[in-house]
């Protein structure tokens, strides 16, 4: 079983729809939950983090986190093309580097 | 700005043909790290280093080199490229190893022929 797992996609919605964009991981150390975005041809930037359970919002984004099922999420509202990227699920322990998950391709149409 | 710079974008290479990618960084972060990126398999970390002159294996770092004399610095070498290595490398850097946030560089996709 990979550390890391998010279903790749492509993942496509219509302008102003509702994401949600799902991630699972196996290591139960994990306290640290970050979201990376990352344009085509560009490299991956920190979206959010979250420190263990519990929800986090900024904007349009929330991204929510369920120790007890190792099942992270985030949540995207009325989204715009401009949220057209891949976005990596990437968790750590308080004491090791960051893990990437494989990433979900979003593609939001006008 | 802070930033960290990769060059080259692209670089397309012959078999066994030494090559380097240089990555620096302008924020005095301690860590940089350097990852592959290949469809279905996500970013993988090749090397590392904490600090210079301190660098250590990442999870493929077989065909690799890198070197950390100075602190901004941090050059990928690949002394005998083979078609497996065609991918896409980022640089990183972080003010900690264990810290959240990475700064990444906008990438060198390479092709080994």
């Known amino acids: 079983q990979k550390e890391v797992e998010q279903d790749p996609g492509p993942l496509s919605v219509p302008e102003g729809a509702i994401v949600s964009l799902n991630c699972t991981y196996s290591n139960s150390a994990f306290q640290y939950f970050m979201w990376y975005r990352q344009y085509s041809r560009k490299g991956p930037e920190l979206l959010m983090y979250t420190y263990s359970s519990g929800n986090k919002e900024d904007g349009r984004f929330t991204a929510q986190v369920d120790k007890s099922s190792k099942y992270i999420s985030l949540f995207i509202r009325d989204s715009q093309p401009s949220d057209s990227a891949t976005y990596l699920c990437?968790?750590?322990?308080?004491?090791?580097?960051?893990?990437f998950g494989p990433g979900t391709s979003l593609s939001v149409i006008p | 700005e802070a930033q960290v710079t990769q060059n080259p974008r692209y670089l397309i290479t012959v078999t066994g043909k030494k090559l380097t990618v240089t990555c620096s960084q302008n924020m005095n972060h301690e860590y940089m790290s350097w990852y592959r990126q290949d469809p279905g398999l996500g970013l993988r970390q090749i090397y590392y280093?904490?600090?210079?002159?301190?660098?250590d294996k990442g999870d493929v770092p077989e065909g690799y080199k890198v070197s950390r004399k100075e602190k901004r610095n941090f050059p990928l070498i690949l002394e005998s490229p083979s078609p497996n290595q065609t991918s896409l490398y980022f640089c990183?850097?972080?003010?900690?190893?264990?810290?959240?946030?990475?700064?990444f560089g906008s990438g060198t996709q390479l092709s080994v022929l």
């Open positions: 990437a968790p750590k322990t308080s004491y090791d580097k960051v893990i």
């Open positions: 280093s904490m600090n210079v002159e301190v660098t």
């Open positions: 990183a850097s972080s003010l900690l190893a264990t810290n959240e946030k990475l700064f």
